[in-house]
């Protein structure tokens, strides 16, 4: 059982909503972006100096890999962040899964590219009702995603003006930016800057903030900035 002192911990800092409804990640990046004059390298995306770990909070989320759960501040503070942010918005669903950040030092990681420096982390997917299983990624058809979840959980990352991009696959885009649309909670200007320009395969993989890539149909791969905003460098 959760000790009772880390569950107050856990919401002493939010004691309710933290968003606006709005997502205003580009116009933030934009800002950081002339403040750092775009740099690079104040943080290494290859090894990972003063990690923390993601401190267990199962009612927020699950971690499927401990041990490989170390990150930046800035990481483990906006998971963290998020758990807490779902568990008020939507209570009725599950806590999400939390699978690799990196290890304590960084470095390379097994079955990965990235998630040396403490940057990335990959995050569950909501299939139908809000549901995630705890301790595994479901591999999910378009259609079984719980959209409104889902977007939610995304939105709460893209709002914190510290995400560099967010890897999911193309499908997986196509349903959520329509649906955003759809309901209203998007306008078209918002929607280009947060998704890819929809064309050849180098667009969906490098443009918008949400972008394309393989093997990323049961989570998305969330990947900070800096704490000072500028991006991890090599």
């Known amino acids: 059982m959760l000790p009772l002192l880390a569950i107050a911990q856990a919401f002493a800092l939010e004691l309710g909503p933290s968003l606006d409804g709005t997502v205003a990640v580009g116009a933030e990046i934009e800002a950081i972006a002339q403040d750092t004059g775009g740099a690079w390298g104040t943080c290494t995306d290859q ?12 009612f927020f989320y699950s971690r ?9 501040s800035t990481l ?14 939507m209570p009725r669903a599950s806590p999400f899964a939390v699978g690799d950040l990196s290890r304590r030092f960084g470095g390379p990681s097994v079955g990965h590219i990235s998630h040396r420096g403490g940057v990335d982390a990959d995050i569950g997917l909501y299939r139908e009702g809000g549901f995630q299983a705890r301790n595994q990624f479901l591999d999910l058809a378009p259609s079984q995603v719980d ?3 889902t977007w939610e959980l995304m939105r709460f990352f893209l709002d914190s003006g510290m995400v560099d991009f967010i890897l999911l696959d193309r499908a997986h885009i196509t349903r959520i930016k329509a649906f955003t649309l759809s309901q209203g909670l998007l306008t078209q200007e918002e929607s280009a800057r947060v998704f890819p320009v929809e064309g050849s395969r180098e667009a969906w993989q490098s443009t918008g903030i949400v972008r394309h890539a393989a093997h ?5 791969h969330v990947r900070v900035l800096c704490a000072d905003g500028t991006r991890a460098g090599f």
Request: no cysteine.
């Open 47 to 58: 090894s990972l100096r003063d990690g923390v770990q993601l401190p267990a909070l199962p």
């Open 64 to 72: 499927i890999a401990p041990n490989d759960a170390w990150g930046t």
């Open 216 to 220: 990323h149909r049961d989570h998305m």
């Open 147 to 149: 959209l409104a979840a």
């Open 76 to 89: 483990v503070d906006l998971v963290v962040a998020a758990g807490r942010h779902m568990s008020w918005t």
